[in-house]
C-alpha cells in the first residue's frame, strides 16, 4: 500500500466485506470517495451536512474519527433509526488515522 493511502472496509448486505484502497493525500471525504467507487449513495445535498443521505454506520474504528460537529449530530437527530455509531460520511475527512475504518451503508440490510 502507498503512504498516501488507506486502507477501509465497507460491510456488503449479505455480511462479507469488501477491503478499497483510498487516497487520503485528494482532500476527499469518505461520502465522495464511496461515490466514487459507485457505492449508492444519494448524497443529495453534495456533502454539506443537510440531508443525511450519506449515513453511514461505523462498525470498527469509531474512535478514530474526529469528534462530530453540531450540525452534523443535528442533521443525524433527524433519522428515526439513528443508531449510536452513525456518521455522515460527508463530514468525514479521509485521513490517515481512519485506517482499518469499517463502515456500512445506513439502512442497508
Partial sequence: MEENNITLHV???DGSR??????????LSLMEYLKACEYDILATCGGMALCATCCVDVLEGEDKL???SDDEYAMLDTLPDLLPN????????L???????????????
Avoid: F, I, W
Fill in 11 to 13: 460491510e456488503n448486505p
Fill in 18 to 27: 469488501t477491503t478499497l484502497e483510498a487516497p487520503v493525500d485528494m482532500g
Fill in 66 to 68: 474526529k469528534e462530530m
Fill in 86 to 93: 452513525s456518521r455522515l460520511a460527508c463530514q468525514l475527512q
Fill in 95 to 109: 485521513n490517515h488515522e481512519m485506517d482499518g475504518l469499517v463502515v456500512k451503508l445506513h439502512g442497508v440490510n
